[in-house]
């Protein structure tokens, strides 16, 4: 069964210090994983779409990488403007391209 | 900017009485999903349309149903609210679904703003 685990569950940082969030999945076949930005009260934002291990992609401060079992979401010198859940999606790319979500871990950055 | 809208943002109903909550989007995207977000809880699939095909999720409620009139629309109906309905409700679309060549940036999912239901 395809399954997402993202942890910590909550995070909690001081403005400047990096850290890394993480995804682990189990699916049979990837074709996909998803990265999203939700502020509360919104819909999930897109930050970044992985495919293959090794791939990496950067935004700004943010920074995803991949692997065969998990993926990572570095943050580098977070500000408190980057607080917000982080979601965590796999696809198989089977007949709905359904999105397989973990439960997302909660950032919080103090100033 | 091409965008995923959603209308109502809030939606205020009565337990048994029949809500529609509505998605357009200006992507010309081919598939449009719906989904459930319960608080704290991560989003979950009610169905898809990949253009005129409907696709339900084995386990979504005979409660909840959907319309997409044109490539543009889509709504969400549901026929009797129960208090346990009350959620946030998310329309996504992508270009393509799992049925096309679903890989790259074309099975990348956008998301709308969402409709935060409430049941009394």
């Known amino acids: 069964e395809d399954q997402v685990t993202q942890s910590p569950e909550a995070l909690r940082l001081q403005e400047g210090e990096s850290s890394s969030l993480n995804c682990s999945y189990t699916v049979s076949g990837l074709r996909g994983l998803f990265w999203y930005r939700q502020d509360p009260g919104k819909g999930p934002e897109f930050l970044f779409t992985l495919y293959s291990a090794g791939e990496e992609k950067e935004k700004e401060r943010l920074k995803a990488t991949l692997t065969k079992k998990e993926s990572f979401l570095h943050i580098t010198a977070p500000k408190p403007e980057d607080s917000a859940t982080y979601l965590c999606?796999?696809?198989?790319?089977?007949?709905?391209?359904?999105?397989?979500f973990g439960t997302g871990t909660l950032l919080a950055v103090q100033p | 900017d091409a965008m995923v809208i959603q209308n109502p943002r809030y939606q205020v109903t009565q337990f048994g009485k029949p809500v529609t909550l509505s998605c357009s989007q200006t992507?010309?995207?081919?598939?449009m999903y719906w989904y459930q977000q319960k608080s704290s809880q991560a989003p979950k699939l009610l169905f898809h349309?990949?253009?005129?095909?409907?696709?339900n999720e084995a386990d979504t409620p005979d409660n909840f149903q959907s319309r997409r009139p044109n490539t543009s629309f889509c709504f969400l109906d549901i026929r009797s609210p129960g208090l346990g309905d009350a959620a946030m409700y998310l329309c996504?679309?992508?270009?393509?679904?799992?049925?096309?060549?679903?890989?790259?940036?074309?099975?990348?999912?956008?998301f709308g703003p969402g409709t935060r239901l409430t049941v009394l």
């Open positions: 349309y990949y253009d005129k095909d409907f696709n």
């Open positions: 992507l010309n995207h081919n598939v």
């Open positions: 996504a679309t992508s270009r393509e679904g799992g049925r096309g060549t679903g890989t790259g940036a074309r099975n990348t999912q956008y």
């Open positions: 999606a796999v696809t198989d790319g089977g007949a709905t391209n359904k999105l397989i």
